[in-house]
């Protein structure tokens, strides 16, 4: 028996070695040129409409924290037992009939196009007048429909499951791409996928957290306990129960040029506007090295002077006359610009609502929060603990609810009542709108086949107690003083 082998098996031999070389060195030059690429290429879409800009425009969440595109595109058709329907559009993001992609994301090309958050993705709603009327968006308002935690778990059970490989992806990919070059192929086969399901997996354990927590639900984010988790590495699982849950609403984003120097987020740890703003896209996915300052910079200069939209139905003009009294009496100088409390944080001690989120924010949040872009002019310096939550102004409070920081009240009639009075238990996510108590409509758990959020304010950091402004007026009066606040 010869060592060496016959003459046929020496040149298979060397044809299978030869090939296996020649995919080695493909895939040593596609990382090469992906890695120079990455450097070299940095190229967002971007958009001549400002407001096209603030739904789709970059912010810089691409480089790091994006998914690639075609990755990205074909997650609910691989993993469509992981949503509550089919497509994105079942965790509430917006799509609009002409865009590729839903409100909220933005398209960057760093060598191959990537996907990432934008600030519309937490403040862009929806609002219907009838469950039978068309959709209407409304940018700069709190997303009253989106489910941004929904998204979060979607994309890291996604990345935890057996299908999320080459293999299963590609073919998938290659269907509704209509074919990637060679180059392309290899790239995504022995790069992006990959890559793409090991950072997923390694978000999912930092987030991990999110299962001890009540779900959030539609129009909520816990806005610093990711931070803590995935920019500072604080050990979750050490911190104490009420330092682990801190969900809020999404607030509205307009007319921001009269908030500059008031106590701003909920608990007002921070009165400069430019700051907040870096900081919110640190939330959605930006870094210090890869923020997008001028095209940020645009949105803030829109949002600086952008006005709260009017209330669109008939208001009852006398009954509003007597509102405005009441209003003034009871409300402006906490709630309206120049107010003498407005923009000031009120102890917990006298507002007397959930204390979950002004317990989040602790003394090591802020000592590593004012670390962030250290090195650069903008170093984060304003950031502040304090006791209790901020008086904010009422502009277009009518597109805000449900109401108080944390979304635990439907209605502002609702938020007249004594908290034993309010509804212990509602639902989020419809966007059909209830002109008589000022709210959405919360008492409808299912249109069609969607299935609203129901709210238990039992939970922790759900309660709706405190905010007794009010609550002594009569029924008459309540009914004013909501007529009035339509035009606020």
């Keep these: 028996m010869s060592v060496i082998g016959t003459p046929t098996s020496l040149a298979n031999s060397l044809k299978t070695a030869f090939k296996r070389l020649w995919i080695f060195v493909l895939v040593a030059v596609a990382v090469a040129i992906f890695f120079l690429f990455s450097v070299v290429s940095n190229s967002p879409v971007d958009y001549a409409n400002i407001e096209d800009h603030f739904k789709y425009g970059s912010i810089g969440s691409e480089p790091v924290n994006g998914i690639p595109y075609w990755i990205w595109k074909v997650l609910p058709e691989i993993f469509p037992d992981k949503l509550p329907a089919r ?35 937490c403040h862009t709603g929806t609002l219907r007048e009838k469950v039978s009327s068309d959709r209407q968006i409304i940018t700069a308002m709190p997303a009253n429909v989106t489910n941004l935690e929904g998204y ?51 978000q999912g354990s930092q987030l991990a957290f999110l299962n001890n927590q009540p779900d959030w639900g539609p129009g909520r984010v816990d806005t610093f306990n990711p931070y803590k988790a995935m920019q500072f590495h604080f050990p979750m699982d050490k911190l104490r129960e009420d330092e682990l849950v801190g969900t809020v609403d999404f607030p509205s984003v307009w007319n921001q040029q009269p908030r500059e120097g008031l106590q701003l987020h909920w608990d007002g740890n921070n009165s400069v506007v430019d700051e907040r703003n870096k900081s919110a896209a640190l939330g959605a996915g930006v870094t210090p090295t890869t923020i997008d300052l001028p095209r940020i910079q645009r ?31 009871n ?27 002004l317990n989040s924010y602790t003394y090591e949040t802020l000592s590593n929060q004012n670390t962030l872009y250290a090195g650069y002019p903008w170093r984060f310096k304003n ?91 009569g029924a008459d009066e309540k009914a004013a003083l909501v007529e009035y606040m339509k035009k606020l």
């Design 87 to 121: 497509g994105y559009e079942s965790l509430g993001f917006i799509s609009e009939p002409d865009k590729d992609l839903p409100i909220g994301f933005s398209k960057r090309r760093v060598f191959i196009d990537r996907v990432g958050l934008n600030c519309a993705v």
């Design 152 to 202: 979060i778990k979607f994309i890291s059970a996604a990345a935890l499951d057996e299908r999320f490989t080459p293999r299963r992806m590609l073919p998938e990919i290659e269907k509704i791409s209509g074919g990637l070059n060679p180059i392309q192929k290899l790239i995504y086969r022995y790069l992006a996928i990959p890559q793409t399901r090991d950072a997923l997996i390694n």
């Design 299 to 329: 949105v803030a200069d829109w949002l600086w002077t952008l006005p709260a939209p009017k209330y669109p139905y008939a208001i009852n003009e006398s009954l509003a006359s007597t509102g405005e009294q009441l209003f003034a009496n």
């Design 331 to 357: 409300c402006a100088s906490c709630h309206v610009f120049g107010g003498s409390q407005v923009g000031k944080v009120v102890p917990i001690e006298e507002i007397g609502t959930d204390p979950y989120r």
């Design 383 to 473: 950031f502040r603990k304090t006791n209790g939550y901020a008086n904010i102004p009422l502009d277009g409070v009518w597109l805000r609810a449900p109401y108080l920081h944390n979304g635990s009240v439907p209605s502002l009639r609702e938020l007249l009542e004594k908290p034993e009075n309010r509804p212990g238990q509602f639902y989020r996510g419809n966007d059909v709108y209830d002109q008589e108590k000022v709210g959405f409509v919360s008492n409808v758990a299912a249109e069609n086949s969607k299935q609203f959020f129901k709210f238990d304010t039992t939970l922790p950091g759900n309660s709706n107690s405190g905010h007794l402004y009010g609550t002594e007026l």
